[in-house]
């Protein structure tokens, strides 16, 4: 039983859960390379990572999973339209890159991708899993009270 | 003028012939489908490409007859008039039409990388069936999406190599610079679509700047979730031990995570009722110790628990103590099937 700091806890919850994540990713993306480089080399490495690549493959080979990717291939002509109509897209272009930066920084791995398309897609993926991620921890700690 | 059926039969033959006449073109066969893929991926949709082989079709048919007495196709003029008057691009053209079903799969896919069309091809290319093109530029001249190119002083070769027409938006540059670029713009803008699904009340914004600050937004905001709820997991009780929380996360997202790539957006779908066994035994550790360290926990609760482990219940009613019952609209039924109380 940990009788560590609130603090210390949270953080290694926060850890396993992004591991967990990152794990259950696989290799089809940047980010999860990113999150278990960082965190692996701090707490108790190659046990965790291991234990939950096995669990994957565990999951992988009872249930095959297979992700699609979308495909769309519209141009978004109403956002082409915008854009050229902000002062003639100088100042959108401005933003885009400013806000590029940011999305860069959130998302892990994201300052080693060269060009726009990965860090979109990557983002892509993040979300998804973000998503997984917040819904298993609410439904955890709702289970808890 | 004819428009036969015959043309399934004639075509292949002629095929024949008319690769003879391009084989000094061959160099350029294998540079075309790529360029092409990539035009067509531009292009977005092939419809009006498909509408424009009607055209040609029926004027490579025209062609035909003198071929096959033996006539050499009269060398080109640049600016010729839309009669059906044998230009030089048509022998080309049976090369489209067996390219036409691979570009209505190109066409749906999302655009290939565009390797730089060989910068010979858009000179030449430019003098693609002139005719036909004149033709359907009318038609989709308005739409924006594709433009016929302008001939650009014509070569006055005798031969065409078998480039593939560049399609370029009406107004824009057709060198290979900004044919990239804009085959890079195409990607973007389709990646963006797929993110503004993803993230809830996007769908109304337009242009990018504002998309990607609701992006950022999003992702900051679940992230800042996570560590609330990791916070609230720590607060919960310091004498349970969240050590082995890792595997049982690594289920529960990865199912996830596949259920929502798979059908959007949808969390309040996602039912525990695939959940596997081993995340519900780890779940049920949890769980146990949490009970057994905490003195003041509603018996209620710690009976339901003893009997559904001795009754093994395939499914947990959703009206069972609040332990279980979680908040989220799809009521949390666990198929536990071999728990084995540890």
Same mark, same amino acid.
């Given at each position: 039983m940990m009788m560590a700091s609130l603090h210390e806890r949270k953080r290694a919850i926060k850890s396993s859960a992004d591991i967990a994540m990152a794990t259950a990713r696989g290799a089809g993306a940047?980010?999860?390379?990113?999150?278990l480089a960082a965190l692996s080399s701090s707490s108790s490495p190659p046990g965790k990572a291991r234990r939950c690549k096995r669990i994957v493959r565990r999951c992988l080979r009872a249930r095959r999973s297979s992700r699609d990717g979308g495909g769309g291939a519209g141009a978004s002509s109403l956002a082409r339209s915008t854009a050229a109509m902000m002062s003639s897209g100088d100042m959108a272009r401005r933003l885009v890159r400013k806000r590029t930066k940011v999305l860069r920084k959130m998302i892990p791995g994201g300052e080693l991708l060269l060009d726009e398309v990965s860090l979109l897609h990557e983002a892509m993926d993040y979300v998804a899993h973000l998503h997984a991620q917040v819904d298993v921890l609410r439904r955890i700690s709702n289970a808890m009270q | 003028m004819r428009h036969p059926s015959p043309p399934q039969q004639e075509l292949p033959t002629t095929g024949g012939e008319i690769q003879a006449a391009l084989i000094p073109a061959g160099a350029a066969g294998p540079a075309?489908?790529?360029?092409?893929?990539?035009?067509?991926?531009?292009?977005?949709?092939?419809?009006?490409?498909?509408a424009l082989l009607g055209l040609p079709t029926s004027q490579a048919m025209e062609l035909l007859l003198p071929r096959a007495t033996g006539a050499p196709p009269p060398p080109p003029a640049p600016a010729s008039a839309p009669a059906p008057a044998p230009a030089p691009t048509f022998p080309s053209d049976p090369h489209l039409v067996d390219r036409a079903a691979r570009f209505s799969?190109?066409?749906?896919?999302?655009?290939?990388?565009?390797?730089?069309?060989?910068?010979p091809a858009p000179p030449?290319?430019?003098?693609?069936?002139?005719?036909?093109?004149?033709?359907?530029?009318?038609?989709?001249?308005?739409?924006?999406?594709?433009?016929?190119?302008?001939?650009?002083?014509?070569?006055?070769?005798?031969?065409?190599p078998a480039y593939v027409h560049v399609r370029a938006r009406r107004g824009q540059a057709t060198d290979s610079h900004s044919l990239a670029e804009r085959a890079r713009r195409e990607k973007i803008n389709a990646r963006m679509e797929l993110l503004k699904e993803l993230v809830p009340g996007c769908s109304k914004v337009s242009g990018t700047a504002l998309v990607l600050d609701e992006i950022i937004n999003h992702v900051q905001s679940l992230q800042r979730q996570v560590?609330? $709820?990791?916070?609230?997991?720590?607060?919960?009780?310091?004498?349970?031990?969240?050590?082995?929380?890792?595997?049982?996360?690594?289920?529960?997202?990865?199912?996830?995570?596949? $259920?929502n790539c798979k059908n959007g957006i949808d969390l309040?779908?996602?039912?525990?009722?695939?959940?596997?066994?081993?995340?519900?035994?780890?779940?049920?550790?949890?769980?146990?110790?949490?009970?057994?360290?905490? $003195?003041?926990?509603?018996?209620?609760?710690?009976?339901?628990?003893e009997k559904r482990v001795d009754g093994h219940l395939p499914v947990f009613s959703s009206s069972s103590p609040s332990l279980f019952g979680y908040d989220l609209t799809s009521s949390g039924k666990i198929a536990c099937n071999s728990i084995t109380p540890s």
């Open positions: 940047r980010w999860p390379r990113a999150i | 075309a489908p790529a360029s092409s893929a990539a035009g067509r991926g531009g292009g977005g949709s092939g419809g009006s490409f498909t799969a190109f066409a749906s896919a999302s655009p290939s990388p565009p390797s730089p069309p060989p910068p030449a290319g430019k003098r693609k069936p002139d005719p036909a093109d004149r033709a359907s530029k009318g038609k989709s001249a308005k739409k924006g999406k594709t433009a016929e190119e302008k001939p650009a002083g014509g070569d006055g070769e005798d031969e065409k560590e609330y $709820l990791s916070m609230r997991l720590a607060a919960v009780n310091p004498r349970v031990d969240f050590g082995g929380l890792d595997s049982f996360l690594t289920t529960e997202c990865g199912r996830i995570a596949g $259920l309040e779908q996602v039912t525990w009722s695939e959940m596997g066994v081993h995340g519900a035994r780890h779940l049920m550790q949890l769980q146990q110790q949490f009970w057994h360290g905490d $003195l003041a926990h509603p018996h209620q609760a710690a009976s339901q628990w």
